[in-house]
T-cell receptor, first 117, second 110 residues
Framework: GAVVSQHPSWVICKSGTSVKIECRSLDFQATTMFWYRQFPKQSLMLMATSNEGSKATYEQGVEKDKFLINHASLTLSTLTVTSAHPEDSSFYIC?????????????FGPGTRLTVL | KNEVEQSPQNLTAQEGEFITINCSYSVGISALHWLQQHPGGGIVSLFMLSSGKKKHGRLIATINIQEKHSSLHITASHPRDSAVYICAVRARGATNKLIFGTGTLLAVQP
């Protein structure tokens, strides 16, 4: 089946630093990737939709200058948390939609746990 | 009221029991997903439904479009089935966004 990977799986950083999270579709091309955030005991919240070769579409309330998204190729999207603060500590999950596939076909990555000290 | 509601929120079962998790939604949809999230956090897509019923191993998912309701059944439950099960719908006309339920935490005891 289709596989989506994320790197790193966990990261601890100091407040004020930037952290980059990679999301890769390993065996398929993905024109659209999604970035979600999940706080403990809560459901996934969509942060932004990333389309290859164009600017990401951010959800209301998500700061685009703080959460930089780059979808440089059909298999890679990156999320950079800039000037991280402790309240950015969360579980970040990416998801990818198969290019040319049914609109509903969406695969999830294993997630990245970010802890900001 | 959330657009996607799941019940129960928490479920404890004994190994071997038949388990049902319910999902109700209030919007017109093009598809419904059942997802499984283990304690480590990774999410696995179990089913994608737009009508009828699907079966994979011990898992069965059904959907009733008219009643805006879906169920996930687990037969002969096992402790390794312990996880959070999440229902998510794609609203009709919204090609990008999934609307997630809050999840059902299932614990299967040996």
């Amino acid at each position: 089946g289709a596989v989506v990977s994320q790197h790193p799986s966990w990261v601890i950083c100091k407040s004020g630093t930037s952290v980059k999270i990679e999301c890769r579709s390993l065996d398929f091309q993905a024109t659209t990737m999604f970035w979600y955030r999940q706080f403990p005991k809560q459901s996934l919240m969509l942060m932004a939709t990333s389309n290859e070769g164009s600017k990401a579409t951010y959800e209301q309330g998500v700061e685009k200058d703080k959460f930089l998204i780059n979808h440089a190729s059909l298999t890679l999207s990156t999320l950079t948390v800039t000037s991280a603060h402790p309240e950015d500590s969360s579980f970040y999950i990416c998801s990818a939609r198969v290019s040319g596939g049914r609109p509903d076909t969406q695969y999830f990555g294993p997630g990245t746990r970010l802890t900001v000290l | 009221k959330n657009e996607v509601e799941q019940s129960p929120q928490n479920l404890t079962a004994q190994e071997g029991e038949f388990i049902t998790i319910n999902c109700s939604y209030s919007v017109g949809i093009s598809a419904l997903h059942w997802l499984q999230q283990h304690p480590g956090g990774g999410i696995v897509s179990l089913f994608m439904l737009s009508s009828g019923k699907k079966k994979h191993g011990r898992l069965i998912a059904t959907i009733n479009i008219q009643e805006k309701h879906s169920s996930l059944h687990i037969t002969a439950s096992h402790p390794r089935d312990s996880a959070v099960y999440i229902c998510a719908v794609r609203a009709r006309g919204a090609t990008n966004k999934l609307i997630f339920g809050t999840g059902t935490l299932l614990a299967v005891q040996p």
